[in-house]
């Protein structure tokens, strides 16, 4: 079993910053891509921001130069650094990882329980 725990989401001005982190745990051959996603009210989960092990990295056209997305392997850790978030920014946040438990099994895609992100404006 994986386990995705996230944590650093809060309420924060228009403007301001967060830093979220999600760790996987648990039975874990490797991690593949790991990723943020984000859900608001009334709409589809859309993707933020995904790294893969190697560090290349993807952002929605929403969010480029403003998040950061970076991973700590060793850790089995995600990062996402939010900056001059807005309002539209609102939203559940979950993790995803792409983990593998045994070597030579096929990955499977994990999620995180979400942590709420509020900008106020």
């Known amino acids: 079993q994986v386990q995705l725990v996230e944590s650093g989401g809060g309420l924060v001005q228009a403007g301001g910053s967060l830093r979220l982190s999600c760790a996987a745990s648990?039975?874990?051959?490797?991690?593949?891509?790991m990723g943020w996603y984000r859900q608001a009210p009334g709409k589809q989960r859309e993707l933020v921001a995904a790294?893969?092990?190697?560090?290349?990295?993807n952002y929605a056209d929403s969010v480029k130069g403003r998040f950061t997305i970076s991973r700590d392997n060793a850790k089995n850790t995600v990062y996402l650094q939010m900056n001059s978030l807005k309002p539209e920014d609102t939203a559940v946040y979950y993790c995803?990882?792409?983990?593998?438990?045994?070597?030579?099994?096929?990955?499977?895609?994990?999620w995180g329980q979400g942590t709420q992100v509020t900008v106020s404006s």
């Open positions: 995803n990882a792409d983990v593998a438990v045994v070597a030579g099994w096929p990955p499977y895609d994990y």
């Open positions: 790294i893969t092990s190697g560090g290349s990295t």
């Open positions: 648990g039975s874990i051959f490797s991690i593949n891509a």
